[in-house]
């Protein structure tokens, strides 16, 4: 069937009609769905769409009106997966069917061409849009009719396609600047984050240093002040006792085995010996030994030689969001059993903390910087942190992930920071 007008000053007013109605759209939708009528009275269809090819080239969107089908639902297909593959790779400039429901043009191994049974569409006219040139998506009217479409229908299609291209074209430019504008806000605040992130990790980092010297001071420093000053009186007077001796001897162990606990704390001394499996398995026992009522502990590491394969900054960051995650365990979840396991997914290595206590609360109000530290370590060396509820119960899950061997970290960024 011809559209209502034949005579080429009605169909100028329609063209006219159409760019008119069309400035001022922002958006694909709004664009199409207001030219729609206009279009009605030159091509007369059911459905009308306007399939934009995606800036990489390799996906396409719909754009619809008339009827709602699922090409109006996906966004972003792949092109060699749309029924106009072949205009949108620019094979063919036009595709016309009497009835798409056979016509094999449409109908290929995974093709997207559902939406032409499910509406029983037959007569379909598609054009392609072209800018300087360049296929930006295709033009189609659809009728639940056989055979509507003519050579005439066919020029009238080119004709708004035409009209139609450097609207979506301009359309799809302002969307990509909108879009990349959103990243680069997006990683601008993201790395915001992360530079305060690191400032307040320095800054905690700095007063745990002060504390140290703090403790060296007032704890050991005064034990071996005192014991000095013991070890003289017992040098000046002429009789010893042995237990006066063996009084300045249990002062003196006591001050060392302070002071270990003292280095220990600043320097991972096994983590440096023998490596990261090792650390976390002997800092999960410690940290755990003492714990009243007892607490069991399950530790397993499949990861193979993996972690061998890590720089030292990066081993360092996993062992201490380890650390942070088995104090919080012991320190606030109040569970009977810690699971940690370490292995390899694929491409990634994981380090999985799970304890089966009271969970987190629902929202977090503490003084404490533990979580928001890991957090930033996790980001500093590239690796996914996930904090969730345990699948298994009640408790908590800790999931630290990173991909292997390649890490992100800025080493001395992260050396500073250790
Ligand atoms: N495994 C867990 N089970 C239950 N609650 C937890 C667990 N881990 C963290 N929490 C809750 O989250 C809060 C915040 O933890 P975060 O590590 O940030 O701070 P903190 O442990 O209180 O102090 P800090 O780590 O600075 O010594 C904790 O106070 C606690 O209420
Ligand atoms: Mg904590």
């Avoid at 009719?145 to 799809?172: I, M, T």
């Avoid at 606990?261 to 026992?285: H, K, M, R």
Wanted: with cysteine; glycine share 8%.
């Amino acid at each position: 069937m011809v559209g209502d007008s034949t005579d080429p000053e009605q169909l100028l007013r329609h063209f006219l009609g159409i760019s008119r109605l069309l400035a001022g759209q922002l958006d694909y939708l709004p664009a199409i769905r207001a030219v729609a009528a206009e279009v009605q009275q030159i091509l007369p269809h059911d459905h009308l769409d306007v399939c934009i090819i995606l800036i990489n080239g390799k996906y396409h969107t719909a754009y619809e009106t008339g009827l709602s089908t699922d090409w109006g639902l996906i966004d972003g297909a792949p092109i060699s997966k749309g029924p106009l593959r072949k205009i949108l790779i620019g094979q063919a400039d036009y595709i016309m069917s009497d009835d798409a429901g056979v016509d094999p043009v449409y109908h290929f191994k995974g093709s997207l061409d559902g939406p032409i049974f499910k509406h029983s569409l037959k007569s379909r006219l598609s054009v392609a849009m072209k800018v300087n040139g360049g296929v930006i998506g295709a033009f189609s009217c659809s009728s639940k009719r056989e055979a509507v479409y003519n050579e005439h229908d066919l020029s009238v299609g080119q004709a708004v396609a035409d009209l139609l291209a450097p609207y979506f074209y301009a359309l799809r430019a302002a969307q990509q600047a909108k879009r990349s504008a959103i990243i680069e806000a997006d990683a601008k605040a993201r790395e915001e984050g992360l530079r305060l992130g690191a400032r307040t990790l320095t800054e905690q980092l700095e007063r745990e240093r002060q504390n140290i010297g703090m403790d060296l001071h007032d704890q050991t420093l005064a034990d071996l002040t005192r014991i000095s000053r013991q070890v003289e009186r017992i040098a000046d007077s002429r009789n010893v006792s042995q237990e006066e001796v063996a009084i300045v001897g249990k002062r003196l162990q006591e001050s060392m085995k302070d002071l270990r606990l003292i280095i220990e704390q600043a320097t991972p001394s096994v983590l440096q010996l023998f490596g990261l499996s090792q650390a976390i398995e002997d800092y999960l026992e410690r940290a755990t030994r003492h714990i009243e009522g007892g607490l069991k502990t399950r530790f397993s590491d499949t990861s193979g030689s993996a972690l061998e394969h890590l720089n030292e900054s990066v081993v360092l960051a996993l062992f201490r969001i380890t650390q942070e995650a088995i104090n919080n365990a012991v320190h606030h979840a109040g569970c009977q059993v810690i699971q940690l396991s370490i292995r390899v997914d694929g491409d990634f290595i994981t380090v999985h903390l799970e304890d089966d206590g009271r969970g987190l609360p629902s929202s977090v109000r503490s003084q404490g910087r533990g979580l928001d530290n890991m957090a930033t370590r996790a980001q500093l060396i590239g690796a996914q942190l996930s904090i969730s509820q345990a699948q298994s119960g009640t408790g908590t899950s800790v999931v630290i992930s990173l991909e292997m061997p390649k890490s992100h970290v800025d080493t001395n960024t992260e050396r500073r920071l250790s």
